[in-house]
Nanobody, 121 residues
Framework: QVQLVESGGGLVEAGGSLRLSCVAS????????MGWYRQAPGKQRESVAL?????RVDYADSVKGRFIISRGDKMVHLQMNNLKPEDSAVYFC?????????????????WGQGTLVTVSS
């Protein structure tokens, strides 16, 4: 069974920084897109940052210039700088994880369990 496990959330004052990490585990042959989403209370889940398998990145307008997404082998990180109270949310890791079934490579969209980020004013 494949899974994504996040770490790095917590409480920080406005203007501070946090680094989120997400590690994929299980029988994984390849990883395509990975990214971070967030969901604040009473709001819909929204995309924060995405990084493709070849390294192309995309950010939500609200975090451009403050957040940096990066990836390694079966992992993705989100460096969050100059945090604002409106960044408070549960952050979810996302990944397109590929596993072999015989000679067939199948991809599945997998979500982590979420990690809470709280930014105090």
């Amino acid at each position: 069974q494949v899974q994504l496990v996040e770490s790095g959330g917590g409480l920080v004052e406005a203007g501070g920084s946090l680094r989120l990490s997400c590690v994929a585990s299980g029988n994984i042959f390849n990883v395509r897109d990975m990214g971070w989403y967030r969901q604040a209370p009473g709001k819909q889940r929204e995309s924060v940052a995405l990084i493709t398998g070849n390294g192309r990145v995309d950010y939500a307008d609200s975090v451009k210039g403050r957040f940096i997404i990066s990836r390694g082998d079966k992992m993705v990180h989100l460096q969050m700088n100059n945090l604002k109270p409106e960044d408070s949310a549960v952050y979810f890791c996302y990944g397109e994880l590929g596993g072999l079934s015989g000679d067939v490579l199948n991809y599945a969209e997998v979500w982590g369990q979420g990690t809470l980020v709280t930014v105090s004013s």
